[in-house]
T-cell receptor, first 115, second 115 residues
């Protein structure tokens, strides 16, 4: 988990509220990623950013938004349009988003509960 | 479509016995394969990767994986399991598109090592 921080670890919100999850990395990595993990399921890609000021939708982007104004930061906003927002959210980074050789490094995750 | 499959939801093994966690892949072109481990309520930790070269890849914590091109498999192995190896294991494959590349994950396999 070293080098990538996600805060808070646990987050509770009422239905209908937007919420922003923080992800910060001090690894000087170009690429950053947001995944969602549901119980008993693998990871699904929400958004990714290969470089500052650029990002692309992943497989399940509906109801989410991101920004990448700084290299070290990639916040994820879960909007009220997301039908089932309760999940474990994982942020990751990679030194270079275009090379095939590098692995991703993951943060500790944020568990979001919406009631 | 490029993907990975983990055919077993759970693998049970006795401490001291060898373990195998299975992964098969489907890609066009050369495969770039990864294994990660996840402990409860934590992020994913990188174990090992296959990019090119020797079919037997050695990684962290005594784990290794065997790349088999003819069987399109990349099984994770360890000669002697520890109770502390009990965790959720993910196989992943690199997927390429015009914007760069990303990882696609299998559904995960829960490894239970009994004393």
């Amino acid at each position: 988990d070293g080098g990538i921080t996600q805060s808070p670890k646990y987050l509770f919100r009422k239905e209908g509220q937007n919420v922003t999850l923080s992800c910060e990395q001090n690894l000087n990595h170009d690429a950053m990623y947001w995944y969602r993990q549901d119980p008993g399921q693998g990871l699904r890609l929400i958004y990714y950013s290969q470089i500052v000021n650029d990002f692309q939708k992943g497989d399940i982007a509906e109801g989410y938004s991101v920004s990448r104004e700084k290299k070290e930061s990639f916040p994820l906003t879960v909007t009220s349009a997301q039908k089932n927002p309760t999940a474990f959210y994982l942020c990751a980074s990679q030194i270079d988003g275009r090379s095939e050789n590098y692995e991703q490094y993951f943060g500790p995750g944020t568990r979001l509960t919406v009631t | 479509a490029q993907s990975v499959a983990q055919p077993e939801d759970q693998v049970n093994v006795a401490e001291g016995n060898p373990l195998t966690v299975k992964c098969t892949y489907s890609v066009s072109g050369n495969p770039y394969l990864f294994w990660y481990v996840q402990y409860p309520n934590r992020g994913l930790q990188f174990l090992l990767k296959y990019i090119t070269g020797d079919n037997l890849v050695k990684g962290s914590y005594g784990f290794e994986a065997e790349f088999n091109k003819s069987q399109t498999s990349f099984h994770l192995k360890k000669p002697s399991a520890l109770v502390s190896d009990s965790a959720l294991y993910f196989c992943a494959v690199r997927v390429f598109n015009n914007a760069g590349n990303m990882l696609t994950f299998g559904g995960g396999t829960r490894l239970m090592v009994k004393p």
